[in-house]
């Protein structure tokens, strides 16, 4: 079992920059492929970005893409996602997620998921 804590969430500034983290325990960090997610109240989890897992592959969704950064640190056991340029309607609770199938951007894929992070843009 893995186990996720997500972290780096805060208030910001249009225009601004926040770096999530998530650190994992538990089984080797390196069996999974692992995926930020976002969440806003009344609406369903969608994807953000994901990560393969040696971190050679990289996926974002379109509206992210070019702005976060999605990246691992095996040997520290954590993921991360720099968010930059950050607009309002990037406002969201953010949860990390670990799969053992692979990269995917489907919810159902992930078996392991973070607390969540609120992330709060202004304009």
């Known amino acids: 079992q893995v186990r996720l804590a997500d972290s780096g969430g805060g208030l910001v500034q249009a225009g601004g920059s926040l770096r999530l983290s998530c650190a994992a325990s538990?089984?080797?960090?390196?069996?999974?492929?692992m995926a930020w997610f976002r969440q806003t109240p009344g609406n369903e989890r969608e994807f953000v970005a994901a990560?393969?897992?040696?971190?050679?592959?990289?996926d974002y969704t379109n509206s992210v893409r070019g702005r976060f950064t999605i990246s691992r640190d095996n040997a520290r056991s954590t993921m991360y996602l720099q968010m930059d340029s950050l607009k309002p309607e990037d406002t969201a609770f953010y949860y990390c997620?670990?799969?053992?199938?692979?990269?995917?951007?489907?919810?159902?894929?992930?078996?392991?998921w973070g607390q969540g992070t609120q992330v709060t843009v202004s304009s």
């Open positions: 997620a670990a799969a053992q199938q692979g990269m995917s951007r489907a919810r159902t894929t992930y078996d392991y």
């Open positions: 538990g089984r080797n960090f390196g069996n999974y492929a």
């Open positions: 990560i393969s897992r040696f971190g050679g592959v990289t």
